[in-house]
């Protein structure tokens, strides 16, 4: 869940720190049984960082600078999506994470070479694929 959902699925405010997240996390995976990933990306801070936290109750950060870009709309599906894509190639789920966030930071990154309506954009879904200039 982003920071929003996390506060909702526990009745609590919204984390403001990475403990608080990490801390929210460890609550949702123990109540679901399940690893939890913990998004950042609607903090305010410059640095964005996500907090995997494992059924087994290791946390693992993956942290970026924040892009200046507003065209970051489904940022949470293609990161969902790029996770199972991990998982589905046999990695285990801190790579698949690994890969995902650097895949999506690089798509976030790439955003604004796409001229795709108005207001919020998406991500560049084909960053390293799709040559414009073809």
Same mark, same amino acid.
């Given at each position: 869940?982003?920071?929003?959902?996390?506060?909702?699925?526990?009745?609590?405010?919204?984390?403001?720190?990475?403990?608080?997240?990490?801390?929210?996390?460890?609550?949702?995976?123990?109540?679901?049984?399940?690893?939890?990933?913990?998004?950042?990306?609607?903090?305010?801070?410059?640095?964005?960082? $996500?907090? =995997?936290?494992?059924?087994? +109750?290791?946390?693992?950060? @993956?942290?970026? *600078?924040?892009?200046?870009?507003? /065209?970051?709309?489904?940022?949470?599906?293609?990161?969902?999506?790029?996770?199972?894509?991990?998982?589905?190639?046999?990695?285990?789920?801190?790579?698949?994470?690994?890969?995902?966030?650097?895949?999506?930071?690089?798509?976030?990154?790439?955003? $604004?070479? =796409?001229?795709?309506?108005? +207001?919020?954009?998406?991500? @560049?879904?084909? *960053?390293?694929?799709?040559?414009? /200039?073809?």
């Amino acid at each position: 869940p982003n920071l929003p959902e996390a506060a909702a699925l526990l009745g609590s405010e919204i984390a403001v720190s990475e403990n608080e997240m990490e801390r929210q996390g460890r609550e949702i995976a123990m109540l679901a049984g399940t690893a939890v990933l913990v998004k950042g990306g609607h903090s305010d801070s410059r640095i964005c960082t $996500d907090i =995997l936290v494992e059924r087994d +109750g290791q946390a693992c950060r @993956h942290s970026a *600078v924040r892009s200046p870009t507003r /065209n970051t709309h489904g940022t949470g599906c293609t990161y969902s999506a790029a996770i199972a894509a991990g998982l589905a190639k046999g990695l285990a789920l801190q790579e698949a994470v690994a890969g995902a966030h650097s895949f999506l930071q690089r798509a976030i990154r790439a955003a $604004d070479e =796409l001229e795709i309506g108005s +207001g919020h954009g998406p991500v @560049h879904h084909f *960053v390293g694929i799709w040559d414009q /200039n073809v």
